[in-house]
């Protein structure tokens, strides 16, 4: 689709899901900068925090598994303004913690609505992109480590100038519901019936001409457009439990670098804390860069290549690490593992969310939550291994991780249309 043919108000919602995104990542940012503000004024041991987490994070799936029928049946606007305020309404909750009892609360509370901000957020960056006609979910996903960059940085300043906790997380919680109100009514509407792929007819489905040996671009439009039928619903429930497999994955990889990339330089090289920072530092960047560069990739390329030559790329990354005796190279090592990384989830989620059903939100929740579980996971996988084994052995884990991805890469292909 030419973007001089996209109306003013996919563009309007393509903004808004931007900001949407970026407003995910600010308020998880402005809870993750004030935890030991949190954790010194409520009296919570670290083992408690550890364990308060981890009820974060199951109440974010609880979010995530909820929220994806309930965006099928009302529409993903909906809940996204729905989650989003009561992820906006929650962060104050820490804040206002006075004891580990309410601090518990508050942490299930704001789990809950992230989790369902994540889903639904999702769900409607698939309706924007099938409307673009091209691929820009990578794109939605910097923003969210845009919006966390800001968070980090504005609540770093904020206690560097001696705020108060509650007043940092008070203005948030206004500034979030703001945002809210402001954005919601601009994304698209997408009830259940609507989600439905409309059957082509030969006036509206051009058959495009491709030059001989290229495959075409696997855009949600031309997919959609093409698709004669929806799939079959075991067919479906496969390919979704293979794109949750290759999520969990994916985050398994990203969460043991978020976890352990310092440590392991530190272990493996001997260096100083603030180089061994430096590893976290190189994934993080190229993260974020690649996921600004991935949507072109995938115009180009196909989404299919991006997941396969990514995975490859973090692989070999990994591999570097683990083989490195030199920091130069382990940095270098890390930021192959970011770039590789990058575009992977966006376009996991873009298939799951094309699968051709009216249950789009239920199937992404599913491969959303799986790979969350991924996500915390891996750490402490990791952690455990490191009980028997070196830290850097263990890395072996994400390497075989990053290579069944790169197999089974061919899941995020389009489905099956009809006569080209």
Not at 317 to 330: F, N, T
């Amino acid at each position: 689709m030419a973007t001089s043919t996209i109306d003013s108000s996919t563009r309007i919602a393509r903004v808004a899901v931007f900001v949407v995104f970026a407003l995910n990542g600010f308020l998880l940012a402005m809870w993750v900068v004030h935890i030991p503000a949190i954790t010194d004024r409520t009296g919570t041991s670290k083992s408690t925090l550890g364990m308060f987490i981890l009820l974060m994070a199951g109440t974010g799936i609880v979010g995530m598994r909820v929220a994806g029928p309930l965006a099928d049946r009302f529409g993903s606007r909906t809940l996204v303004g729905v989650a989003a305020v009561i992820g906006s309404l929650a962060v104050l909750g820490p804040g206002l913690a006075t004891g580990p009892v309410t601090l518990a609360v508050a942490l299930a509370c704001f789990g809950l609505g992230n989790g369902a901000l994540d889903v639904s957020m999702n769900t409607q960056a698939v309706h924007v992109e099938r409307a673009y006609g091209r691929p820009i979910m990578s794109a939605f996903h910097a923003l969210f480590s845009g919006g966390g960059l800001l968070g980090s940085l504005i609540g770093a300043a904020t206690l560097r100038a001696g705020w108060d906790t509650r007043l940092t997380l008070t203005l948030a919680t206004i500034v979030g519901l703001i945002i809210t109100a402001a954005t919601v009514a601009r994304l698209l509407r997408d009830t259940r019936s609507e989600s439905r792929i409309p059957e082509p007819s030969a006036a509206t489905t051009p058959h495009p001409v491709l030059p001989e040996g290229r495959e075409p671009v696997d855009s949600p439009s031309l997919e959609c457009a093409q698709t004669k039928q929806p799939p079959s619903r075991p067919d479906q429930r496969r390919k979704v439990l293979v794109l949750a497999a290759i999520a969990f994955g994916v985050l398994l990889a990203e969460g043991v670098a978020n976890d352990w990339s310092t440590l392991q330089m530190r272990e493996h090289l001997g260096v100083d804390q603030a180089t061994a920072a430096l590893a976290f530092s190189a994934f993080s960047i190229t993260m974020t860069a690649g996921r600004f560069t991935a949507d072109r990739i995938s115009g180009t390329f196909g989404s299919v290549a991006l997941v396969r030559y990514g995975s490859a790329l973090a692989a070999l990354g990994i591999g570097l690490i683990m083989a490195s005796g030199w920091v130069p190279l382990s940095l270098l090592g890390w930021a192959m593992a970011g770039l590789g990384l990058s575009g992977v989830i966006p376009q996991i989620f873009t298939a799951a969310g094309n699968l051709g059903s009216d249950t789009a939100a239920t199937d992404m929740s599913h491969v959303f939550s799986l790979g969350y579980f991924g996500l915390l996971a891996g750490p402490a996988l990791i952690g455990w291994l490191t009980a028997l084994i070196p830290l850097t052995t263990a890395m072996a884990v994400p390497l075989i991780a990053v290579l069944l991805c790169c197999r089974y890469a061919g899941a995020v292909a389009p489905q099956p249309t009809g006569t080209r």
